[in-house]
């Protein structure tokens, strides 16, 4: 019990807490300035990130990309991808979407909205 104290008293886990947050919100920020580069996603990967003010989800269906719209359709929180079962998961209410955006498990009845896009110098453009 001490050894969680230790952790999660004041200047433990609390203490690290935003720095990662932070860190995590700041690459998140520098794909968005950057732009997504399709070698940025490996097959049968996925991410997500902001383009052009808009939240993406992108799968990478081998150098087949399929970008959606990256808002739940429950209460329009932000899906993150799932590595292991290759699915976009909502962490607010548990919903959950294939790859490609298609609704398997509620609270969401629809799927993800698709979104158009070009390549241009092997990058990630919204049409």
Not at 49 to 69: C, G, M, P, Q
Request: net charge neutral.
């Amino acid at each position: 019990m001490a050894f969680l104290q230790k952790w999660t008293g004041s200047g433990g886990l609390r203490r690290f807490l935003p720095n990662i947050l932070e860190n995590r919100q700041k690459a998140h920020e520098m794909r968005s300035v950057l732009g997504i580069k399709t070698s940025d996603i490996a097959p049968g990967q996925g991410i997500t990130s902001k383009i052009d003010e808009e939240y993406v989800a992108i799968y990478n269906d081998n150098d087949n990309f399929i970008v959606l719209r990256n808002v739940c359709k429950h209460l329009a929180c932000q899906t993150e991808w799932n590595v292991s079962d290759k699915t976009w998961d909502c962490p607010c209410h548990g919903s959950r979407y294939k790859a490609n955006g298609e609704v398997i498990h509620g609270p969401a009845r629809k799927s993800l909205d698709k979104l158009d896009y070009s390549l241009e110098n092997e990058e990630i453009k919204l049409a």
